[in-house]
C-alpha cells in the first residue's frame, strides 16, 4: 500500500504542475511550484483521511467519518486562492489562477483517493478551459483601458460620455475630482472604460480631440 500512495502522490504532483506551467507561462501569481505542492498536499490529505486512522477505526465502540478531513480542503485551499487575486485599477485580476488552484485541489483529492482516471480527465479539461478557450473566446473578450482627462467645464463629462456609449464603449467606473489650475477650477476625470476589439492609443487620442476644452494625461 506504500507504494500505491507515492504512487498516487507522484501522479497528483504532476498533474498539478501540468496546470502551473501553463500559469507560469502566462507570467500569473501562482506557477508550476505553487500547483504542484497545492495537488500533492491536497492528494496527501485525502489519504491521511482514508487511510491514516485504521488503528482507531479496529476499536469497538468508535465511529469516524473518513471524508471529514479531507472535506477541509475545499475551504482551506480558499485561503491560497485569496491570495492571487488583487484589484488594480478597480479591475480584479488573479480570478483564472484562483479558480485553477481550487481545480488543482479537486484533483489532488481525486488521485489522493485512487481515482486515477478522473484525476487525468479533469486535468486535461482544466488545461482546456485555460488555454483552448482563451483562443476561442479572444473574438469576444472585453478590452478594458484606464483614461484621465482635464476639463474647466463640468459638461464635458456629460459630452464624453454620450459619445463614449455611442460609439459601443462601456464604462466601468468613473471618478471626478476638482482644483486649481491658473486661477481657475478645473476637474479632474478619470475612466475606466472597456471595448471589445483591441484598443489603439492614437484612434482613441483622436476621439478625445474632438472635444477641444479636454487635456487627456493619462492613457494606458
Not at 87 to 100: F, R
Not at 160 to 186: M, P, Q, Y
Amino acid at each position: 500500500m506504500n507504494m500505491e500512495f507515492i504512487l498516487r502522490l507522484v501522479t497528483a504532483g504532476i498533474l498539478g504542475a501540468a496546470v502551473g506551467f501553463e500559469r507560469e507561462c502566462r507570467a500569473k501569481e501562482a506557477g508550476t511550484r505553487t500547483h504542484f505542492l497545492v495537488s500533492l498536499g491536497s492528494a496527501l490529505i485525502m489519504i491521511v483521511s482514508q487511510w491514516g486512522f485504521q488503528d482507531v477505526w479496529e476499536k469497538s465502540g468508535v465511529g469516524l467519518d473518513p471524508s471529514r478531513v479531507a472535506a477541509q480542503v475545499v475551504s482551506g485551499i480558499g485561503f491560497i486562492g485569496a491570495g492571487t487575486i488583487m484589484m488594480q485599477k478597480q479591475i480584479v485580476h488573479g480570478l483564472t489562477t484562483a479558480a485553477g488552484l481550487w481545480a488543482v485541489a479537486g484533483i489532488g483529492l481525486a488521485v489522493g483517493g485512487g481515482l486515477y482516471t478522473l484525476g487525468i480527465a479533469a486535468t486535461i479539461l482544466t488545461l482546456i478551459g485555460l488555454e483552448a478557450l482563451r483562443f476561442l473566446l479572444k473574438k469576444f473578450r472585453m478590452h478594458t483601458f484606464y483614461m484621465v482627462f482635464l476639463t474647466r467645464d463640468r459638461n464635458d463629462l456629460i459630452k464624453v460620455t454620450n459619445e463614449l456609449n455611442a460609439n459601443e464603449f462601456h464604462i466601468v467606473s468613473c471618478s471626478v475630482g476638482s482644483e486649481r489650475k491658473d486661477g481657475e477650477e478645473s476637474f479632474r476625470v478619470k475612466l475606466w472604460i472597456r471595448e471589445r476589439k483591441p484598443r489603439e492609443d492614437n484612434q482613441i487620442l483622436r476621439f478625445m480631440q474632438q472635444f477641444p476644452g479636454i487635456e487627456v494625461e493619462k492613457l494606458e
